[in-house]
């Protein structure tokens, strides 16, 4: 059993406040993705999960156990950094061996170990490479191997593809999630990329300046974001959010800012929210229509070829259903459900 | 017309080619003149003089052939300095970069004050060679030396009163060894804590997290990637070992005579009271052999320990 209790976890770093009274409950075998720009304060609520911060208040639990006082190699868990942090000396079976050689695991015990966890992965014939001479995707999954190879009940990435390249990020994206499923062990994984969040997470966790803005499933999170910044974050391009006053509506709507989605927006000349396209992007199987509205921009996505195709400097009028909008209180940012 | 034209344009490029040499040979000039003056020449000229048997200001000279360097390998003198030379060596290189390595070990923690000891660690880097010699010679002076007037060590080691540390045939190389490496020691310090500072957070850190105790990550992390360093640092101080002038010169002047026990291979060269002082001849032949020496030994000691050391992620 490996849950992971957060229970009003404060970080301060110098007087400055890196994680802000966090409370988060990771349940056993969950796949939970802490996301955020950078600087959010993800990294240090992991590695205060990790051990290597301690906090400043608050309790971090354990499989049900307060951890705040235990060395990082009592707490079951094991980490891969963004940079894989390989031992540049060691050979990839003796980086592999390491965490079981530390804890004196028998030679022979550690090499059967080693050997299933670099087979996992398909390192078996790379065991005698040192990391040097290994292509990055390789060495992110000897990082994996490392990892993998005691068995930990939790597993803490830091941005662990980062430093992949557009193909083999979407492929490690699968096979992470092939990971989890098959080790059936407690993940927490740090990112930036929402694309990364929504794909891989059960749950994802939304921080914005050392706070936690949302916490729920990629669908929910995506449906309902609880807050402007949310709706910002997640999304290519990101949820419209409209001044209070600019989108018509009743009366008690028309005091609040109204967010929709790109896709839900409609070109409607009847409608009388008039807009003037600024830049039309072909993307091949989608176009995204840019339109301005005052200093507002609205960006509206259809299917090419579709009703959204327009030219820079038409004036279109915009129509915004209500069933898709989202409304926000324009002084806190939170959703307000009408 | 294109025929026509070739042998115009090849000269064109050519006289642009002797026009770049030029050049280059201008920018290069001040390199090659200082390097002419004051490496090759004297380097040439001590190997031509060093066949020679001269007066004190290499004027009067006769060729001894180069069979004088043989002549001066086999002498007495000149094993027993090599002798006295690798001892001081022995004594300085290995406790020195042991020190250096754990002072800057300690003082890479992220603690308070821990600026104030880098800047004490490193200060002997700004000590020239005579004033920490003095330094060491005021510690030791048999009759008012802070050190030697110590009570409780005087009953540990009597040496230390009488005849005095640097006076005594068994006990001055050790002595001016422990200056050497007080005076080298800031050097070490500085090089080694940088290249601590190199080494990326996130090996210890995982390390750390995998269960590695400080020891073992001191052993399996910190040495490893600190072995380029470590290597270079032993380099350089064996190379000052084997130079090593000053210090011996004002602490003990080659002596306790008559055994000669701090009487290095540069202090036969250069030292006031050495039986070659009088020969210019005799002062290169021991200088070219030093020369050999030290080129030899830092060609076995980077392939024998360059082969051991991690560089970078080739």
Known sequence: ???????????????????????????????????????????TLLRMIAGLEAPTSGVVSIGGVAVND??????????VFQSYALYPHKTVRANIEFPLKVRKVPKAERAAAAEQAAAALGLTDYLGRKPGQLSGGQRQRVALARAIVRQPAVFCMDEPLSNLDAKLRSETRAELVALHQRLSSTFVYVTHDQVEAMTMGTRVAVMHSGRLEQVGTPAEVYARPASVFVAGFIGTPPMNVLPAGLADGPDDERSLQVGIRPEHVVIDDT??????????EQLGHEVLVYCQVGDTRIVVRGAAGGDAVARVGDEVGLRLPAEHRHHFDPTTGRRVDR | MTVALTPVSSRRRGSGRARESLLALAMLAPSIV????????????????????????????????????LDIAKSDEF??????????????????VLLGLGLAVLADKHLRGVRFFRTVFSSTVATSVAVASLMWLFLLQPSRGVLANIDWLNSLFPVMKRPGLLNDPGTALTSVAVSSIWANLGFT????????????RELHESAYVDGASPWRRFTDVTVPMLSPTLVFVAVVLTSRAFQAYGEIDLLTNGGPTPQDSTTTLTYLVYGSSSVARSDAGLQSGVAVLLFVVLLALSALQLRGLGRRVHYGNE
Not at chain 1, 23 to 42: H, N, Q, W, Y
Request: charge should be positive; charged fraction near 20%; proline fraction near 4%.
């Open chain 2, 34 to 69: 200082i390097l002419v003056t004051f490496v090759l020449y004297p380097l040439g000229r001590a190997v031509f003089l060093g066949r020679q048997r001269c007066d004190a200001q290499a004027r009067n000279c006769r060729t001894n052939g180069w069979g004088q360097y």
């Open chain 1, 70 to 79: 235990v060395e990082p190699k009592e707490r079951d868990v094991a980490m």
């Open chain 2, 79 to 96: 094993q027993h300095a090599l002798w006295v030379t690798v001892k001081f060596a022995l004594l300085t290189v290995p406790v020195g």
């Open chain 1, 271 to 280: 409608s009388s929210l008039r807009a003037t396209v600024a830049l039309v």
């Open chain 1, 1 to 43: 059993m490996a849950t992971v209790r957060l229970e009003s976890l404060t970080k301060m770093f110098d007087g400055v406040t890196a994680v802000d009274d966090v409370t988060l409950d990771i349940a056993d075998r969950e796949f939970m993705v802490l996301l955020g720009p950078s600087g959010c304060g993800k990294s």
């Open chain 2, 189 to 200: 310090f500085i090089v080694v804590t940088a290249g601590l500072q190199s080494i990326p």
